[in-house]
Structure formats: C-alpha cells, structure tokens
C-alpha cells in the first residue's frame, strides 16, 4: 500500500492526504519563512503536486506572493501555512509538515539559508547547514 499521510490547519477547517513520500525535510532559515512562520525557521518538505488533496476546507484556502514567482499558501480562517508554490515548478509542492497530523519518521536533512539566520537562535544538530539553497 503507498503512503497516506494526513494533516490539518490549525481550525481543522482545512483537511489534507500527502499521497506519497515526503522528500527531504529542510529547514529555512530566511527572513520570509520566519516571518511566514512566526518563528525561527520553516521546516519544509517536497512533495509532488498531484499527491496533494484537499479532503475537506478547499475554499478556506488563501494565497499570497511573497516573492515575484513563489506564493505562499495558507487558510484564511485561522492563518495556518500549508505550503508554498511557485508556477516555475508546477510539479513539486513545499509542505510546512507542522501541519501533518499524522506521525512521520523522517528527521529534517539540512539547514538552508543559515547565513540569514535569526540572530537569537541557535542550530544544536549536526544537519548540513548552507548558506542558501544548495543546488539539486
């Protein structure tokens, strides 16, 4: 059987199935993220578009380009992060996974966009850091 994995917003309003794998969990630590996020970094994992479905609150679901090319996707009831797109790569989905409800194994595989780190937190694991996004 394939990989079901489900996850919510905050309000519940918003219910999701992950129909495949989790690619690697990163965690970025770039000024949008933090702010996106309200905390010191995002923790993101690739997944493939199609495997992402709405089971519930699709019109609860909010947009906003925070970059030229990358919108941010969240629910307008309760301002949870559900993922980020970017139209250029229309395949591939980045998933807040703090939103999963159901448990995972996989532990986060790298740091990206440390060198923009916030100044009052600190990494205390041995996952690769980089300065910014390292190249596929």
């Not at 949008?32 to 019109?59: D, H, L, Q, Y």
């Not at 559900?82 to 807040?96: H, I, K």
Request: proline share 6%; glycine share 6%; aromatic share 8%.
């Amino acid at each position: 059987m394939s990989t079901v994995l489900k996850g919510s917003c905050l309000c519940n309003g918003i219910q999701y199935e992950v129909r495949s794998e989790l690619g690697a969990i990163m965690q970025c630590h770039c000024q949008k993220c933090r702010k996106a996020n309200g905390t010191a970094f995002a923790t993101n994992a690739a997944i493939p578009t199609e495997a992402f479905v709405f089971i519930s609150g699709e019109s609860l679901v909010g947009e906003y380009e925070s970059t030229p090319g990358v919108f941010r996707t969240f629910c307008t009831k309760c301002a949870s992060p559900l993922y980020s797109r970017r139209p250029s790569q229309p395949e591939l989905l980045r998933l807040r996974i703090g939103t999963l409800d159901s448990k995972i194994e996989k532990r986060p595989s790298m740091h990206i966009f440390a060198a923009s780190k916030a100044e009052w937190d600190s990494i205390n694991d041995d996952a690769p850091q980089y300065d910014e996004r390292p190249a596929n």
